[in-house]
């Protein structure tokens, strides 16, 4: 166990509960203290997903306990395979990749797992993986994602980038680049594309609505600015607003930085939008919730087969103002812990649609070639114990964004946005 975590041992419904401190360190972790949280594929399946990697010393403690009775079954299992493998590398009538034969039998037993969020992640997957969770990366400032009818869908744009300025929305639907048909093409391949290609020119046809339209664009440096914010004078009432698009490395200090000039400013009440945020790290969310939350709240709890550990906020007040939170359906993993926590613990109201319903955890491992896997070894609750997973969380006002948006994306069409602000107002 780290020093400066602190674990306080209970009982309850025969299961040990752990109280977990969670160390606040800003946006800058080491590895092995990243916890990061996963969507993958559903309705959508994110380009530059998010996995959750379950701590060090928590897994190494359960991996520790005495389990004669499972290695010997492991040994057994073990020799059969290793009998098996000598066989096929021995008497295969041509010449066999070894490793490839070892990467393929470790692909067969995650694919055996039937789970959707256990996969194998080659360099090329793990690559586009993690790029978003830096906050910064070569490209051309989009994150996307693959509909239910295959189609590449823009999910982000990111402020200040070539796409932005190109005109590209949240919605449209990516038809071609460079001349090469998109259809039937994951959006893995397109940022792959992207990314490897030499010239940095782009040409996109796409479509928006029933109009298929042009643009030609220029891969650059993207410093992902991850939060935005903005002041509502309403009824003589200032309510301010903090849209994050995702949990990067650096969306924290922006975070805080952005919520600091909002109250600096006097600000009444807050909406928080979380809307299309897939997720990202779990300890910068955790770190975003502790600054509304004081110590004595729990932010999330997380369930393996013997143990239920609730980790708590580390913040040393709680705020006194409203808050509102939108959501969507795209609303995923790290935006869901952070809806769960200020909804139970906070008493905020969430107005939209339900969210995704990501409610397991992953663990990556790294094998010797390099490439990765992980495997669902926990599933996370909200501090009232609700769990998520292919539920969401229930908006407290249901209402379905106004098709004229994705046309016409202003401040008036977002009738979302309108009822938050109707019931921050009053």
């Known amino acids: 166990m780290k020093n400066n975590e602190k674990l306080e041992i209970e009982q309850k419904n025969q299961k040990t509960i752990k109280r977990k401190k969670i160390n606040n360190e800003g946006s800058t972790f080491k590895t092995s203290e990243v916890i990061i949280l996963v969507l993958l594929t559903c309705i959508f399946s994110l380009s530059f997903g998010i996995f ?3 701590q060090t010393q928590i897994l190494k403690d359960i991996k520790e306990e005495p389990r004669d009775e499972v290695n010997n079954e492991l040994d057994e299992e073990l020799e059969e395979f290793i009998e098996n493998y000598k066989n096929i590398v021995g008497n295969y009538y041509k010449e066999i990749d070894k490793k490839e034969l070892i990467t393929n039998a470790i692909k067969g037993m995650i694919d055996s797992l039937d789970d959707p969020y256990s996969s194998y992640l080659n ?3 793990n690559a586009n993986f993690n790029i978003l969770l830096m906050g910064t990366y070569e490209g051309i400032g989009i994150q996307i994602a693959n509909d239910e009818k295959g189609n590449i869908v823009v999910l982000t744009v990111f402020s ?3 796409a932005a300025k190109a005109d590209l929305r949240p919605g449209d639907i990516l038809l071609k680049i460079n001349d090469i048909d998109l259809k039937g093409k994951t959006s893995d391949y397109f940022a792959s594309y992207v990314r490897n290609s030499v010239s ?3 040409t996109i046809i796409y479509k928006r609505g029933n109009k298929e339209k042009n643009i030609t664009l220029k891969k650059e ?5 991850s939060v935005f914010s903005k002041t509502f004078n309403e009824n003589n009432k200032k309510i301010g607003y903090l849209r994050v698009d995702t949990f990067a490395s650096n969306t924290y200090t922006q975070f805080k930085e952005e919520l600091e000039k909002l109250e600096k400013d006097g600000i009444n009440s807050l909406i928080i939008d979380l809307r299309n945020n897939s997720g990202g790290h779990l300890t910068v969310v955790a770190n975003m919730i502790s600054l509304f939350l004081d ?11 013997e143990t239920i550990e609730k980790a708590y906020s580390t913040g040393t007040v709680t705020k006194n103002y409203s808050i509102v939170i939108l959501a969507n359906k795209q609303s995923a993993s790290a935006s869901e812990v952070m809806i769960g926590a200020l909804k139970d613990e906070y008493g905020a109201k969430v107005v939209g649609e339900a969210t995704f319903g990501k409610g397991t955890v992953q663990e990556l491992q790294t ?5 990765q896997y992980k495997i669902t070894t926990k599933k996370w609750l909200t501090p009232s114990g609700y769990w998520v997973n292919e539920k969401g969380i229930i908006p407290d006002i249901e209402i379905s964004l106004n098709e004229n948006y994705y046309l016409n994306p202003t401040e008036e069409n977002d009738n979302q946005l309108q009822k938050a602000l109707e019931l921050l107002k009053k």
Request: hydrophobic share 25%; charged share 35%; proline share 3%.
């Open 367 to 371: 094998i010797s070639s390099g490439d």
């Open 221 to 225: 440096k993207i410093i992902i600015k």
């Open 200 to 202: 940095k020119d782009f």
């Open 52 to 54: 959750l990697q379950a």
């Open 295 to 305: 110590s004595s709240h729990v932010i999330y709890q997380t369930q393996d087969k």
């Open 160 to 162: 200040d980038s070539p």
């Open 123 to 125: 360099e090329e997957e």
